[in-house]
């Protein structure tokens, strides 16, 4: 198993450029969550998606959408990117029984120009 | 006030001592509680659960006071591979969103 798989790693972009990040999950999670990360900010939550068909705003959900595709496939996207939105994304998935362990993919770091 | 808070740190901790900290939570609701391990540059993974009772993996300890409201992670005999930012994780009473404490950046040094 792949795990939680996220592409691309890096990228830069430049003011009011759109991109979409991918992020797919082979464990057959039905929850899945994106995520950014600032120095001393910790994880806040962008967008989350309980299950295939479902989304649901987090903390920080202005300037994003997403797409959840099918059961493995979560996407984000910035329509019109921000130096603000310069941060490290994680995708990540939940195990939906037992103890919610939540399994990261290793992360995208964007650099809004 | 956060939902979640910790110390960030960083613990400077000499190899083979022993290091303590905690981390607060605000909603007296909350379900379950873990500590997750994310070192520089990668994705955090689990290290964790914390169950009422406390429970130990290894040289990990970890504690849940619910009149409080705080865990606590406690690493014994440290070594310098336990250099890493510890992230405190509550689950709320929904159960389906995890919110994250900033971390605890702990160095261990020879």
């Known amino acids: 198993n792949a795990g939680v798989t996220q592409t691309p790693k890096f990228q830069v972009l430049k003011t009011g450029q759109s991109m979409t990040l991918q992020c797919a999950q082979d464990m057959n999670h039905n929850s899945m969550y994106w995520y950014r990360q600032d120095p001393g900010m910790g994880l806040r939550l962008i967008y989350y998606s309980a299950s295939e068909g479902t989304t649901d705003k987090g903390e920080v959900p202005n300037g994003y959408n997403v797409s959840r595709l099918n059961k493995r496939e979560f996407s984000l996207r910035l329509e019109s990117a921000a130096p603000s939105q310069t941060s490290v994304y994680f995708c990540?998935?939940?195990?939906?029984?037992?103890?919610?362990?939540?399994?990261f993919g290793p992360g995208t770091r964007l650099l809004v120009l | 006030r956060k939902e979640v808070e910790q110390d960030p740190g960083p613990f400077n901790v000499p190899e083979g001592a022993t290091v303590a900290f905690n981390c607060t939570y605000s909603n007296s609701a909350s379900q379950s509680f873990f500590w997750y391990r994310q070192d520089c540059r990668k994705e955090p993974k689990l290290l964790m659960s914390?169950?009422?009772s406390g429970n130990e993996d290894g040289r990990f300890t970890a504690q849940l006071n619910r009149a409080s409201q705080y865990i606590s992670l406690l690493i014994r005999d440290s070594k310098l591979s336990d250099s890493a930012t510890y992230l405190c994780?509550?689950?709320?009473?929904?159960?389906?969103?995890?919110?994250f404490g900033g971390g605890t950046r702990v160095l261990v040094k020879p």
């Open positions: 994780v509550v689950i709320g009473a929904a159960g389906n969103k995890l919110t």
């Open positions: 914390v169950y009422s």
């Open positions: 990540a998935s939940t195990t939906t029984s037992g103890i919610k362990t939540q399994y």
